[in-house]
């Protein structure tokens, strides 16, 4: 009988207080169960998490981001010293306007926010991060530009002083004495000196301004500028080593690290039309470079568009072609190593993975004359 009233009043006191705790939740709605309280201050637990982490992520983006700017800010003064930047002064404008709306929405983070209320703020913050490493990369861009512009630039001088040092001309030729066959040649005298001087030069490469991936009709008739990047034509070098009894040949090469070698070949001649420009003789070959050529006597010339095999396109250039190449000059304007084949190669001297600054090719009658042993150049 006890422990029945024991029972009954443990149970009226639970009654009360379950009531105490419904009678303090009454909000103008129906009351609050036990269970529904408990859930809610889960929920509340959980979107308090969430705000934490949403200010933390924002607080290391913002972090993250500064840092980013103040690196490109360096880059742009850099950059100013040879360009006017105010098309990239702009872009780090609006960039660093970006920076600044983003701790704004950081400080407007309620306590209370809803779930909704998060996951809208989470969408503008990312839409925000996004245009700011949007403009990030667009500044990168940019900067990356004008770097590229300078060392043409700079690359292009160092080339105009060269040619002055080495006596370059441009003249007339006519070398088959055809009506109306006269064409522009330019002449130099060799880096190395013991080869001399009075070479026709015939492809000159050193800053990539020029595209080297053209057609036939091109490579026939000859593209480029003759005061820069260029390639005479194939018609033109026929008619020139058609002149006389014998040509030799001499090509000069230089790598990204400034380093230099040549390949000299006492007998050249190419086909005509007809014969697709055939590389027929190369004669004895002497130099630094290493005979890459070797393997290409007895090949048609090739271009995209006159072909025998893919080499032309899968290399992005035109070549006397033999599956594919241990040299080719005018292919794709790379700057330094690959990872795949490619660029302007010239096996022997940098491997078929690393590819050269600047190229020349030249040709002129042979002179029989004893040569000194050559001078690096």
């Known amino acids: ?29 129906p009351y609050r169960t036990i269970s529904s309280v408990a859930e809610s201050t889960i929920n509340s637990a959980q979107m ?17 981001l500064w840092d980013k700017f103040h690196t490109l800010l360096e880059e742009l003064r850099e950059a100013q010293d040879v360009s006017c930047g105010k098309g990239i002064q702009k872009d780090i404008s609006i960039l660093k306007e970006k920076l600044i709306e983003l701790p704004n929405i950081h400080d407007n983070l309620d306590p209370e926010c809803s779930n909704e209320d998060i996951d ?14 949007e403009g990030q990369m ?12 300078r060392e043409i630039k700079v690359a292009r001088l160092e080339h105009q002083l ?22 522009f040649v330019k002449t130099t005298r060799a880096a190395n000196h013991a080869y001399g001087d009075d070479w026709i030069i015939f492809q000159q490469r050193y800053d990539g301004t020029v595209d080297f991936y053209r057609n036939w ?25 058609s002149s006389g009894p014998r040509y030799e040949l001499l090509i000069e090469l230089e790598d990204f690290q400034g380093v230099t070698a040549y390949e000299h070949y ?54 006397w072609f033999l599956q594919c190449y241990d040299a080719h000059l005018n292919a794709k304007y790379l700057i330094g190593k690959q990872s795949t084949r490619g660029g302007i190669i010239w096996h022997t001297f940098r491997g078929s ?18 040569r000194v042993e050559p001078i690096e150049p």
């Open 1 to 29: 009988m006890t422990s029945s009233r024991a029972v009954i009043t443990v149970l009226v006191f639970l009654g009360i207080a379950i009531q105490g705790y419904e009678a303090s939740f009454k909000i103008g709605h």
């Open 48 to 64: 308090g998490l969430q705000l934490m982490d949403l200010k933390l992520h924002i607080d290391q983006s913002i972090e993250y």
């Open 120 to 133: 809208r703020l989470r969408t503008e913050v990312l839409d925000e991060l996004k245009a700011v490493r």
């Open 138 to 149: 667009h500044v990168s861009e940019r900067l990356g530009n004008v770097s590229s512009s």
């Open 162 to 183: 060269r040619e002055i040092a080495l006596n370059t001309q441009v003249y007339m030729q006519n070398p088959d004495g055809k009506t109306n066959g006269s064409f």
């Open 217 to 241: 009709t091109e490579y026939r008739a000859g593209f480029g500028d003759i005061g820069g990047e260029f390639w005479l034509g194939l018609d033109k070098l026929y008619r020139i080593l």
């Open 266 to 319: 006492d007998d050249f001649l190419i086909g005509d039309e007809g014969e697709n420009y055939v590389l027929k003789t190369l004669g004895k070959d002497t130099g630094t470079a290493g005979n890459s050529l070797a393997i290409h006597k007895g090949m048609n010339f090739s271009t995209y568009d006159h072909k025998t095999n893919d080499c032309p396109t899968f290399y992005h250039g035109a070549w």
């Open 353 to 370: 993975f690393e590819s050269l600054q600047a190229t020349k090719m030249m040709v002129r009658p042979l002179r029989l004359i004893d």
